[in-house]
């Protein structure tokens, strides 16, 4: 098979796979965006935190 007919194949792969493709709603999408930034919040806290004590605590020890 010729490189043009091997990317014309692809080609023809890649819209039928982009046809079944299901996009979440606009609420959906909303919630999902805000989970996620909630959770990298709450992640970022948590290791803002620790980094503090364990920090505190090298320089009790030094």
Not at 24 to 50: C, D, G, H, N, Y
Request: hydrophobic share 60%; no cysteine; net charge positive.
């Amino acid at each position: 098979m010729s490189r043009v007919a091997a990317a014309q194949k692809f080609m023809r792969e890649v819209q039928a796979e982009a046809k079944k493709v299901v996009w979440p709603e606009r609420k959906e999408a909303i919630q999902s965006t805000i989970m996620v930034l909630v959770m990298v919040s709450f992640v970022a806290l948590f290791l803002w935190a620790v980094d503090s004590l364990l920090g505190w605590l090298v320089q009790k020890v030094i």
